[in-house]
Structure formats: structure tokens, C-alpha cells
Nanobody, 117 residues
Framework: QVQLVESGGGLVQAGGSLRLSCAAS????????LGWFRHTPGKERDFVAA????????YYADSVKGRFTISRDNAKNTVYLQMNSLKPEDTAVYYC??????????WGQGTQVTVSS
């Protein structure tokens, strides 16, 4: 079992930055891959970025490459999503999720990010 709690969302102007945090708790976190997803009403939930807790390997959606950075702090059991050069189309509820196998089984409650033009 893994528990995930997101924070850091808010309202920002286009071109600005935000940093989201995902505090994780549970056993054997090093076995997990943690990912960030986002959802806008009426659209599919989209993958944003992911990181392997064990070795720090990272993965990004093409739409955020070069603008977003995912990282982890092992001492704090926290994963971060640094979002720079934000665009109005980045507006969404952002969710943190965790998986061991191919399916993300554990999800946080989400945090709203709104980018104004």
C-alpha cells in the first residue's frame, strides 16, 4: 500500500512556474515508479512525467519536455514536478500516481493548476 498526497497547485500567469509535490508513504517505495498525470474535464487523463524511485530514470510526455522536470527526494519520500514556461493548455488537475507493474494502482487526490493567459 502506498499513500500519496499532492500539493503545490495554484493560479499562475502564462510563462510562469509552479512546483508540485507528491509526498509518498508506505513500504518498499524504492520498488515503485511514480508518475504525474493531468486531467481536464471532457478529456482523457494524460501522462505527464514519471520517475523510477530506485535509479531516478525519468520519462516525459512530448508536450512537456524541456519545460517540466520530475525529481525525487529520498530523504523526504517526496517527488516533485517543476513546471516552467507554463501555458494555458497546461491547466488541469494534476495527480500523482504509483505503480510496481504496468498499472498505476495508487493515486493521490489531485491538485488544481490554472494558467491564465
Amino acid at each position: 500500500q502506498v499513500q500519496l498526497v499532492e500539493s503545490g497547485g495554484g493560479l499562475v500567469q502564462a510563462g510562469g512556474s509552479l512546483r508540485l509535490s507528491c509526498a509518498a508513504s508506505g513500504r518498499a517505495l524504492s520498488r515503485y515508479r511514480l508518475g504525474w498525470f493531468r486531467h481536464t474535464p471532457g478529456k482523457e487523463r494524460d501522462f505527464v512525467a514519471a520517475i523510477n524511485w530506485s535509479d531516478g530514470s525519468t520519462y516525459y510526455a512530448d508536450s512537456v519536455k524541456g519545460r517540466f522536470t520530475i525529481s525525487r527526494d529520498n530523504a523526504k519520500n517526496t517527488v516533485y514536478l517543476q513546471m516552467n514556461s507554463l501555458k494555458p493548455e497546461d491547466t488541469a488537475v494534476y495527480y500523482c500516481a504509483a505503480r510496481i507493474t504496468t498499472t498505476y494502482n495508487y493515486w493521490g487526490q489531485g491538485t488544481q493548476v490554472t494558467v491564465s493567459s
